[in-house]
């Protein structure tokens, strides 16, 4: 018996891509500028990446991590959007949270901080409307070295003369904006700690400023457009220059319709999703030269065929790999979005819609381009003289 390959689809189709390119490049144009307004009105929902924030990596006491449990009680603590993912074994974990603000929530945290490892007697309160102090009051009066001890339990570190000189039950900190900022950075840590302290050991904090995150942020940009110049640059040197603007635009395309995902989802768009975007450039670039490189071998084996006709010929001849291509990629990232948990989810959307833009665009944005700008003027003119002959 024997066994026939499966086609995915059937040899010699002649499926017409080019007589739709003019409504294909309008809804592309649409959809792209609802992307593009969309990130100006709304703009990217930035991850701890890029909005800063603080990285602390734990390891289990015993046993191994259990990520769904860990995230459940660290996104139970009210600070904000926490991450977490597998860092080096099965018994260590990374837990990102989203920078902390200066405010009165944050006081409240030390507050229940400070009850916890101090006792039910301590308080921890804002001071004026406004100001940027803070009022600790013990349940009995303490020198400044016990004060000095005091505060340190919620991760202030205070200099000798903001302390209290007289033994008191009241001290009063003073702090700038800034000093604030960055004592609830820490005053977070010692919340995850007092959580997960008796199954988890901190191992190591790290707090990433807002300055930080927007140098990522430009190193980000600098490396997209970095990619993109250098695929253009490529196409150009191995195509006529009609490809490589076509490729352009093919895959500016995809990765602004990609990032109009990430607004229309409310996606977080860190690193991860970064290197989505760049992969996504990737993808985009390699389905479009399989198609033009197929596109330029027929240019120079039928001389005279009809611009359109040639696409669409070479568009079917390469229909059936770039079709198994996207469908093996896609089942792939499928199941990243069902299996790869939060950590990996903004990546795996991102990647799931680009399969399917890339796929699009390298049949309909980059042919079409390649008949805007008139790669066979000669071809097009006549194609142009012979309609309005039968009009």
């Not at 229309?264 to 479009?288: E, K, M, P, Q």
Request: proline share 2%.
């Amino acid at each position: 018996m024997l066994w026939k390959p499966l086609h995915l689809v059937p040899a010699n189709t002649k499926f017409d891509f080019m007589g739709k390119r003019k409504l294909a490049l309008g809804l592309s144009t649409l959809v792209n500028v609802l992307s593009l307004v969309g990130l100006a009105v709304f703009g990217l929902n930035f991850g701890i990446d890029f909005q800063g924030g603080i990285a602390i990596q734990v390891r289990a006491k015993e046993g191994v991590i259990h990520l769904d449990s860990l995230r459940a009680t660290t996104g139970a603590l009210g600070l904000g959007e926490v991450s977490l993912q597998s860092f080096g074994d099965d018994r260590t974990a990374l837990i990102r949270v989203q920078r902390q603000e200066g405010n009165n929530a944050c006081v409240a945290h030390a507050d229940a901080v400070m009850k916890h490892r101090a006792g039910e007697g301590w308080s921890v309160k804002p001071g004026a409307e406004g100001a940027g102090d803070v009022v600790f009051t013990a349940p009995g009066q303490l020198d400044s070295a016990g004060w000095r001890d005091a505060v340190s339990r919620v991760g202030l570190t205070v200099l000798e003369r903001e302390l209290p000189r007289a033994n008191t039950n009241v001290a009063k900190i003073d702090m700038t904006p800034d000093q604030r900022a960055e004592w609830c950075q820490q005053v977070a840590i010692k919340v995850i700690d007092d959580a997960i302290g008796s199954k988890y050991d901190i191992r190591s904090t790290e707090s990433v400023g807002p300055k930080i995150g927007a140098e990522l942020m430009h190193s980000g940009i600098i490396a997209v457009l970095a990619t993109m110049g250098a695929i253009v640059v490529y196409m150009w040197f191995r195509f006529e220059w009609q490809f490589g603007v076509g490729a352009l635009i093919a895959m500016l395309h995809d990765v602004i319709s990609t990032i109009g995902v990430f607004v229309l989802f409310r996606l977080d768009f860190s690193l991860t999703a970064l290197a989505a975007v760049l992969t996504i450039a990737g993808y985009s670039i390699n389905d479009t030269v399989v198609v033009f490189d197929r596109v330029r071998e027929n240019l120079r084996r039928y001389k005279k065929m009809n611009l359109v006709e040639l696409l669409n010929f070479s568009i079917n001849e390469t229909l059936s790999r770039t079709l198994m291509t996207s469908v093996t990629v896609f089942v792939a990232v499928a199941a990243l979005v069902v299996f790869g948990g939060p950590v990996l989810y903004s990546f795996s959307i991102a990647m799931l819609w680009g399969v399917i833009v890339g796929t699009y665009s390298s049949i309909w944005i980059a042919c079409a381009g390649l008949v805007f700008m008139k790669l066979r003027p000669e071809q097009l003119r006549h194609e142009e003289e012979g309609a309005k002959a039968k009009a």
